[in-house]
């Protein structure tokens, strides 16, 4: 990546859960990443029906799974212990996960887009 143009981009639970909620109109016109925790809070909703799995389903199927490995692993500790404000675990790991990936992390959570950290380059859909 040159740092002038982003061809690829990290999302979060919150840009993925809004535009399922229709809250978002699309997801970004880039190469999209998910972590693999953002997954797993996806799936993990309380209740979820078949047809919300379905469109879970559909919304991922264009988009790439990160999984955790050393890397990510590492970096998603030194976001959780030095970043301002320091996250929970799950954001230090999406966090990492864009970090790792030199891809702006997408998102509308407002601890996320304060997130100050050396790589993270957090924004607004």
Same mark, same amino acid.
Do not use: H
């Given at each position: 990546? #040159?740092?002038?143009?982003?061809?690829?981009a990290v +999302?979060?639970?919150?840009?993925c859960? #809004?535009?399922? #909620?229709k809250?978002?109109?699309?997801?970004?016109?880039?190469e999209?990443?998910?972590?693999?925790?953002?997954?797993?809070?996806?799936?993990?909703?309380?209740?979820?029906?078949?047809?919300?799995s379905?469109q879970i389903?559909? +919304? +991922?199927?264009?988009i790439?799974?990160i999984?955790?490995?050393?890397?990510?692993?590492r970096t998603?500790? *030194?976001?959780?212990?030095?970043?301002?404000p320091?996250? #929970?675990?799950?954001d230090a790991?999406?966090?990492?996960?864009?970090v790792? +990936?030199? *891809?702006p992390?997408?998102?509308?959570?407002?601890?996320?887009?304060?997130l100050?950290?050396?790589?993270v380059r957090s924004?607004?859909?």
């Amino acid at each position: 990546m #040159n740092g002038l143009i982003d061809d690829k981009a990290v +999302l979060d639970s919150c840009t993925c859960m #809004n535009v399922l #909620n229709k809250k978002l109109s699309a997801l970004p016109k880039m190469e999209c990443f998910i972590s693999v925790v953002t997954r797993m809070e996806l799936y993990a909703k309380p209740d979820l029906t078949a047809a919300e799995s379905t469109q879970i389903d559909q +919304l +991922l199927s264009g988009i790439t799974v990160i999984p955790l490995d050393d890397t990510i692993e590492r970096t998603a500790t *030194a976001v959780r212990r030095f970043g301002k404000p320091r996250p #929970n675990l799950p954001d230090a790991i999406v966090a990492a996960t864009a970090v790792v +990936l030199d *891809a702006p992390l997408i998102t509308q959570d407002d601890a996320m887009l304060k997130l100050q950290f050396p790589g993270v380059r957090s924004r607004l859909p």
